[in-house]
């Protein structure tokens, strides 16, 4: 490029350098994040800006989307038909940024060109990506080998440990002992003796961020900590047990002895309650209207008793009622106390179990990606700020972190301190860094491994770690959906906000999840309840979804327009099932596996019948994969 470019912002409102979105599905996230990232790439003097900013997504599919998106976007301000089309984003930034749309196309292709010959240091990255950089520059500090290694399949991992620590048996009596015990536990229960299954269960707590502040006061427990608690369990449960059978047992007693029968209450509910109880049977509801009637001093009795009847009943009302509300607390205390002896023995072998796992990562030079949170957290994050740029070779002014939503407490904690320093402090020329952050509470679904939506709706709330002012935007319109979806969804949020959260800042969340049009195209929503009764549910199910389908069709739109989304995996698949046995071509995970694809199933049956030529059950599968295929072509696309 022959000519000179200079690059003069005539006028910039100052903002805050720490700002937040609180962005819906479909209001334009992505749109803003690459829009505020170009705004910092054409303000700044330095072709090289982009080496400084740091954008934080959850995967790696989003992080290629961001970084298609802020290159395709360059390219497209870099192309001459720009300063003779329309396109929103050009003409913001060129408005809010005061430049002629000349010079922001030529200072594009300049960016462009600088950022495609650099793309190493273009830094998009998934959190856990950040996380493995920062830990393996610190791997010397923090004893860990040099040349580690990634274990990204925890569970298997955990198996490995578990299996090893069963191998034990044997070697270590006390050890020995336990798992015996709890073998026969399990049996005594009718229960499978395998006991690998619940301590598999519970080794998941190791690599659970949420588990980590309680795993940590256990690790100084014994096998011998864990058997006094467990005799004091069982005590406990038998006290309990025997309590509501007392209790039970007199309140029959004082039916007996008032002369009433069981039928003199409504449909016997009271006393077959009571008697449950007696028996020895806590597998009660606490649902029930007679229950309701009890406590509020309404007839318990059919209109149908005499007089008489309705006064005696009335007279041991307060005691049927303080019987009643003893038993229900000692109801859920047993419960408490079954399930915790259930789980007394695979917790107590919980320390076991990690230092089996600690040999076999030091065996293999293996790190858990679950633990890259808590080690930054623990070592890490103590250090400078400065030392830690010094140490990993870079220093990043600018951070943008997409779904703020479901970054864990530690995640975010870790963080804080780099984020603070870029925006808290200034360079020679008297410019601070910036802190973007987007996110949607509603759209948390990240709570498992350690996410809080509740750390999010603080933030643009009242809370702020930094010492700078925030800036909270809130980006109101649906660019994605059309009127009847928007609308369903605004009158469904509202709704359900008056109900259904205890937690008054879910509720707020809620009430205030209005969504503006930008469509005024229809678009259809449609809800269906089954009415199933002694029908097979997921048939009912495959029949709707297939009815839907052919409607769908018929109002024009082809198979490859509709997706089907289920609650659980074996909805789907017996959906998918339902589906190709009707023919229909359809694409999910399960049919993506080579085992059902029908080509395969041909040729591994024609492969069979080589070897097993009088096999007639091989035969009948060649033939009527042969006929399906030839009789009955699948539905075109």
């Known amino acids: ?52 900013i740091l954008a934080l997504t959850f995967t790696n599919k989003a992080v290629g989307e961001m970084k298609e998106r802020i290159i395709e976007t360059l390219k497209a301000f870099s192309d001459e038909s720009i300063l003779n089309t329309s396109n929103s984003m050009f003409e913001t930034i060129s408005k809010d940024l005061n430049l002629e749309p000349k010079v922001l196309h030529e200072r594009s292709k300049i960016l462009l060109h600088t950022m495609v010959h650099n793309y190493a240091a273009f830094d998009i990255s998934t959190i856990d990506k950040f996380n493995h950089k920062l830990i393996r520059t610190f791997a010397h500090d923090l004893k860990l080998p040099v040349n580690f290694e990634v274990e990204l399949d925890t569970k298997t991992i955990l198996g490995k440990a578990v299996d090893k620590l069963i191998d034990k048996a044997g070697t270590d009596n006390e050890l020995t002992k336990v798992l015996i015990d709890f073998a026969i536990e399990k049996t005594d229960d009718d229960k499978s003796w395998d006991i690998s299954y619940d301590f598999n269960t519970i080794a998941v707590l190791l690599i659970n961020e949420n588990e980590i502040p309680y795993i940590d006061q256990l690790k100084d427990k014994t096998l011998q900590d864990f058997k006094a608690l467990k005799a004091n369990l069982q005590k406990q449960y038998k006290t309990v047990f025997e309590q509501i059978i007392e209790v039970a047992k007199t309140i029959l007693e004082l039916i007996s002895q008032s002369q009433l029968e069981h039928n003199d209450f409504s449909s016997s509910y009271l006393p077959k309650h009571f008697i449950k109880l007696a028996d020895g049977n806590f597998n009660v509801s606490f649902t029930p209207k007679w229950q309701i009637d009890l406590l509020e001093g309404l007839p318990i009795y059919p209109k149908k008793v005499s007089e008489d009847v309705g006064e005696t009943i009335e007279s041991i009302r307060q005691q049927l009622t303080d019987a009643f509300l003893k038993t229900k607390k000692a109801v859920f205390q047993i419960k408490f106390l079954k399930n915790a002896l259930n789980n007394i023995t695979p917790l107590s072998v919980l320390g076991a179990i990690k230092n089996t796992l600690d040999e076999l990562k030091l065996e293999d030079n293996l790190l858990l990606i679950s633990e890259f949170n808590a080690i930054i957290n623990k070592e890490i994050r103590q250090q400078p700020t400065p030392f830690i740029y010094e140490r990993i070779g870079e220093k990043f002014k600018h951070y943008f972190i997409d779904e703020f939503q479901d970054t864990s407490v530690l995640q975010w904690e870790n963080l804080i301190p780099l984020v603070d320093n870029a925006i808290s402090g200034e360079n020679l020329k008297g410019n601070t860094g910036t802190a973007m952050l987007v996110g949607d509470a509603k759209q948390a679904i990240y709570r498992w491994r350690g996410g809080r939506a509740e750390q999010f709706i603080d933030l643009y709330s009242d809370g702020n770690p930094f010492h700078v002012d925030k800036t909270v935007k809130n980006l109101p319109s649906n660019y994605r959906s059309y009127k009847s979806i928007v609308e369903f969804n605004n009158t469904f949020f509202n709704h359900i906000s008056e109900f259904a959260f205890s937690n008054p800042q879910h509720q707020h969340i809620y009430e205030n999840a209005h969504q503006e049009l930008i469509f005024e195209n229809e678009g259809y929503v449609d809800l269906s309840f089954l009415k199933i009764d002694n029908e097979d549910k997921n048939e009912l199910h495959c029949e709707a979804v297939l009815s839907n389908i052919e409607k769908a069709q018929e109002n024009g739109f082809s198979l490859k327009d509709i997706c089907i989304i289920v609650r659980r995996k074996k909805e789907g698949v017996a959906i998918a099932e339902y589906l190709s046995s009707k023919h229909y071509s359809i694409i999910s995970s399960e049919t993506l596996m080579l085992q059902n694809s029908p080509e395969v199933k041909f040729i591994v049956n024609i492969l069979t019948l080589a070897i097993q030529p009088k096999n007639d059950e091989v035969k009948i599968d060649v033939l009527s994969l042969s006929l399906i295929h030839i009789s009955e072509p699948t539905r075109p696309y």
């Open 1 to 52: 490029m022959n000519s000179l470019i200079v690059f003069i912002i005539l006028s910039v409102q100052k903002q805050s350098p720490f700002s937040i979105y609180n962005a819906s599905a479909g209001s334009g996230k992505t749109y803003t994040l690459v829009q505020d990232y170009l705004k910092i790439l054409f303000t700044s003097n330095s072709l090289l800006t982009f080496r400084t």
